[in-house]
């Protein structure tokens, strides 16, 4: 989730940014100095290797990139300079919690608290056997993490378990964490949950409220993956919605007036779905990089090949009937406006 829409970065040109845009030279403001960016194109898949529920983070000058599980261990850590070129750094959580058992460790997201470092993470429990969200800390963004729980932050045994957390920062400070109940497992309705979290960021306070369900044709089998951001004073939701192994699986978005909402699902589908050079397209989030936002997510190759829920990125813009994800699309003339020093 982004800490900080106006967040500035600093990085070099990717190897792999191939495609030259004319007229891409722009003038920017980046910590205070003045640096030129250059835009250019790149190519999907940006990271072609396994790492289903992709979420991604500033910080230290580079970007931080998490996973679900696999086989770099329970939290994949990759980083990049630009969103583009990816640089695998290794298992962010290499000691699980005490709660938890090994091999269904989901879709975490990290955000900075203070001068730390927190992962909301999904794993299964040993004690029932269900999905729950926790939260683990850091003193770093590339770890390691560590969930000294004894219990999970959130389990909704009644409502099959929870799943897919997602921190946000209120425009006033306020942080919140907003989750799934896992209700497709075991055969109920899921909702996206939304409860407020204290000022350190490792406990809920209040109630929970389900700010959105499925009533709508387009969504099938569930609704995950929600991440929120705010533009001109607007909240938004992205959520990915349908089977997550095929082509029903895409990304359908709500608006609201705050974030405890009330949320109105606005157009007639989703806006990012699969097509001839992707498939499943989904569980992803927005993320601001100078004036531009971006889309991550992970997508399935077409032709069924198993090479797994592979990494990709494109454009997320804002017009007149709400937000528009260009993609997915292999060739992308309009890339990164990554900051080169002059």
């Known amino acids: 989730m982004p800490q900080d829409p106006s967040s500035p970065f600093t990085g070099r040109l990717s190897r792999r940014a191939l495609l030259a845009v004319s007229g891409g030279a722009a003038a920017a403001v980046f910590m205070g100095d003045t ?3 250059e835009s250019r194109g790149y190519q999907n898949p940006v990271e072609p290797t396994n790492h289903p529920d992709p979420a991604v983070l500033f910080a ?15 939290m994949p850590v990759l980083t990049s300079p630009d969103l583009v070129d990816w640089t695998e750094v290794g298992n962010g959580m290499p000691v699980i919690a005490s709660w938890s058992v090994s091999g269904r460790h989901w879709a975490p ?14 794993a299964r429990r040993a004690d029932n056997g269900q999905q729950a969200v926790s939260v683990s800390v850091s003193d770093s963004p590339a770890g390691p993490f560590v969930d000294h729980r004894s219990a999970p932050l959130v389990g909704q045994a009644d409502e099959g378990g929870s799943i897919d957390a997602s921190p946000f920062r209120d425009t006033d400070g306020s942080l ?11 055969g109920l309705p899921s909702y996206i949950y939304l409860q407020r979290l204290t000022d350190g960021g490792l406990e ?19 609704i995950e993956g929600a991440s929120v951001i705010v533009y001109q004073g607007a909240y938004y939701c992205f959520y990915s919605t349908g089977e997550y192994w095929n082509d029903s699986y895409g990304v359908c978005w709500a608006t609201a007036p705050k974030v405890t909402g009330p949320w ?35 997508a399935w190759e077409p032709d069924g090949q198993p090479s797994g829920r592979l990494v990709w990125l494109s454009w997320l813009k804002f017009g007149d ?18 900051p080169r020093r002059s």
């Open 204 to 222: 809920l306070q209040g109630e929970p409220q389900r700010i959105i369900g499925m009533d709508q044709p387009y969504e099938k089998y569930t």
């Open 176 to 186: 919140w964490l907003l989750w799934k109940n896992d209700g497709n497992a075991v």
């Open 109 to 122: 997201e990290v955000m900075r608290v203070g001068d730390r470092y927190h992962s909301y993470y999904t």
């Open 264 to 298: 109105t699902k606005q157009g007639n589908g989703p806006i990012l779905s699969g097509n001839d050079v992707a498939s499943g397209p989904g569980h992803g989030m927005p993320i601001k990089v100078g004036p531009h936002w971006w889309y991550v997510y992970h």
């Open 321 to 338: 009937d709400g937000p528009v994800i260009d993609g997915p699309r292999v060739e992308n003339p309009f890339g990164p406006a990554v």
């Open 60 to 74: 230290d000058g580079a970007f931080y990139l998490y996973s679900t599980a696999g086989r770099m261990g329970a």
């Open 35 to 37: 640096a030129n960016a």
